[in-house]
């Protein structure tokens, strides 16, 4: 069963048996992903990652606006990624580039993207099987497959892979007006 961001925060403050591990899942990529975009290094990124499930774990009865868990999560996950590539320069005798000067907060066009992404991977998440492949076959994987190719993969006769198309798309659709 889906659960908005609100019921989630809400169970995590309740205490409810798993709504941690479901936080974690659906927001540890988007986490993990900011880190590495920024430059930083799997044990780096690691190291961001716990600091920021921390600071959720600690914050999280203070936040304002639940809707806003990925907004917040962004953010938080910018600052921590700045401290940890300033940390870890110091560790090495270095300073951090002018690159990084603003990288501590994220500006409202890169939370925008970033929570629309989020957003996009929740949707595909509570997709069928055979409609987040289809989906991923069209758009995510890096080589361009014709239709026979995605025809074959998924094991449906070619005629058909438009119309499963369009439906899929109607399905995301709904599931993104939902989020």
């Known amino acids: 069963m889906y659960r908005s961001d609100q019921e ?5 403050l ?3 048996a798993g709504a941690w591990d479901v936080l974690v899942e659906r927001y540890g990529r988007l986490v993990y992903s900011i880190p590495t975009r920024l430059g930083l290094g799997e044990s780096d990124a690691d190291d961001v990652f716990q600091s920021v499930m921390s600071i959720v774990l600690r914050y999280l009865p203070s936040l304002r606006d639940e809707a806003r868990l990925s907004a917040w999560l962004i953010r938080t996950t910018y600052r921590e990624s700045w401290r940890q590539a300033k940390e870890a320069k110091r560790r090495r005798g270095q300073t951090l580039d002018e690159s990084w000067a603003d990288s501590g907060t994220p500006t409202d066009t890169q939370v925008v993207r970033l929570e629309r992404q989020q957003q996009v991977r929740q949707a595909m998440d509570q997709l069928d099987e055979r409609c987040a492949r289809l989906i991923r076959a069209f758009f995510f994987d890096t080589t ?11 094991g449906m006769p070619v005629g058909s892979v438009g119309p499963t198309r369009a439906r899929c798309f109607k399905k995301l659709e709904r599931l993104l007006s939902d989020i």
Not at 8 to 12: N, W
Not at 144 to 154: C, D, P, Q
């Open 8 to 12: 989630l925060v809400q169970a995590c």
């Open 14 to 16: 309740a205490g409810e």
């Open 144 to 154: 361009t497959a014709s239709y026979e190719e995605i025809a074959a993969e998924l």
